[in-house]
């Protein structure tokens, strides 16, 4: 059963940097991995994501800021999250992608099936 677990997240002021950390477990195979957020009131939206060959894609509004990355080896997802805003608040989730493919991402929810249980990140004014 595959597992991914999340960390890293906290409170920092506006202008500030947080990496976030997901540690997979329980799978084989090169899956798509993404992060996602969900703030408040809000529906759930793609940040970033990075196929198995290391092609990346981000929401538009982290463009420049953040910075998806992977450690094989380690079994590891990262984001790098610099310039933090107040929108940025949120709970982000880590996910695992339905296919494989070496080019594949996305940052369409409907497109994973496996997710973690968030951590809160809080940038304040």
């Known amino acids: 059963q595959v597992q991914l677990l999340e960390s890293g997240g906290g409170s920092v002021q506006a202008g500030g940097s947080l990496r976030l950390s997901c540690a997979a477990s329980?799978?084989?195979?090169?899956?798509?991995v993404g992060w996602f957020r969900q703030a408040p009131g809000k529906e759930r939206e793609g940040v970033a994501s990075i196929s198995s060959g290391g092609r990346t894609t981000y929401a538009d509004s982290v463009k420049g800021r953040f910075t998806i990355s992977k450690d094989n080896a380690k079994n590891t997802l990262y984001l790098q999250m610099n310039s933090l805003k107040p929108e940025d608040t949120a709970m982000y989730y880590c996910?695992?992608?339905?296919?494989?493919?070496?080019?594949?991402?996305?940052?369409?929810?409907?497109?994973?099936?496996?997710w973690g249980q968030g951590t809160q990140v809080t940038v304040s004014s």
């Open positions: 996910a695992m992608a339905r296919w494989e493919g070496y080019v594949f991402r996305s940052l369409d929810e409907k497109d994973y099936n496996c």
């Open positions: 329980g799978y084989t195979g090169d899956y798509c």
